[in-house]
């Protein structure tokens, strides 16, 4: 056996499936007891985590000189807010136990250089998912939310409209339900932090060698349009929202190209490297990806 296979081994620490199993259930369990605390410790605080949700609400009514009185239209819908709010909070605080436990597991059937190639998108998944919900909380809410109050409309009681004696201009003002808001809120971060683990997923597809930079090149048009469904479908009916959304997804698409040519090119390298591909074979590559 060569060193360089010797270096690039199996953990020897094989095991039957029972074994697995029970590994299995023991990681799961680590992962919902990290969750459940995570979730407790957000259930008793809230009210506080809440306030923090509605800053880009306050702020936009704040601009226009209303309260940010947000309403329950159902006994139960305060209980709720706290419960689903304890879920994301519980959710955030947990990832990094849970991220760890499903490291645990699969990586003894991993082999050394499969983990020194998976390990950096296990770290960079969480940061690309805190910067996308990041984006959505600080960029795209107050955006989305100025203008939905821009809607509204105030009439001056006790005026005369022309016509009707008597009667007074309509006033449209906004009356939120905490839910609903809270919602729509969970909506942006959690799209927004999916969005952004593209160049995530796409780069790991490309060291697997699942796609290629021609690939993705050629697969622009379908990219455009399926980035705009995604916009029309997580997004409200707004078409600020939508336009930010596509121009994110876009632009981490085209960071995702160069990611994967940068993989590329690197793989080759190291197959160069090994005696494993010559001048000949990298040009047969190269024939294959350009007729696709």
């Not at 809410?141 to 006790?158: R, V």
């Not at 609903?180 to 942006?188: D, E, G, R």
């Not at 952004?196 to 697969?219: D, I």
């Amino acid at each position: 056996m060569s060193s360089s296979q010797s270096k690039d081994e199996i953990d020897d620490n094989s095991a039957p499936l029972i074994e697995h199993l029970a590994e299995l259930r023991t990681r799961l369990i680590k992962s919902v007891f990290a969750f459940v605390v995570g979730m407790v410790i957000c259930f008793t605080v809230a009210t506080p985590i809440f306030n923090f949700l509605t800053a880009p609400l306050c702020d936009a009514l704040a601009l226009r000189g209303q309260d940010c009185d947000l309403i329950f239209i159902s006994p139960q819908e305060g209980f709720f807010v706290a419960i689903k709010v304890s879920l994301l909070g519980g959710f955030m605080l947990s990832f990094p136990v849970i991220a760890h436990q499903m490291w645990r597991f699969v990586a003894p059937g991993l082999y050394r250089s499969e983990k020194s190639a998976f390990l950096p998108f296990l770290v960079a998944s969480p940061f690309m998912f805190f910067l996308g919900a990041s984006f959505a909380f600080y960029v795209v809410t107050p955006l989305a939310y100025n203008f939905f109050l821009g809607f509204q409309q105030f009439g001056a009681g006790g005026e005369v409209v022309e016509g009707v004696p008597g009667a007074a201009p309509l006033s449209v003002v906004f009356q939120g339900s905490a839910q609903a808001y809270l919602n729509l809120t969970i909506k942006f971060i959690v799209a927004f932090g999916l969005c952004f683990q593209l160049p995530v997923l796409l780069t790991l597809m490309g060291k697997a060698g699942l796609v290629s930079e021609a690939g993705l090149r050629a697969g622009r048009k379908w990219a455009i349009v399926g980035i705009l469904v995604l916009a029309a479908l997580v997004t409200p009916p707004d078409v600020i929202t939508q336009i930010i959304l596509f121009a994110v997804v876009y632009g981490l698409y085209e960071i995702s190209i160069r990611l994967v040519a940068r993989v590329e090119k690197k793989r080759k390298e190291q197959l160069r490297r090994e005696g494993l591909l010559d001048d000949d074979d990298e040009l047969y590559e190269d024939e294959l990806e350009s007729e696709k």
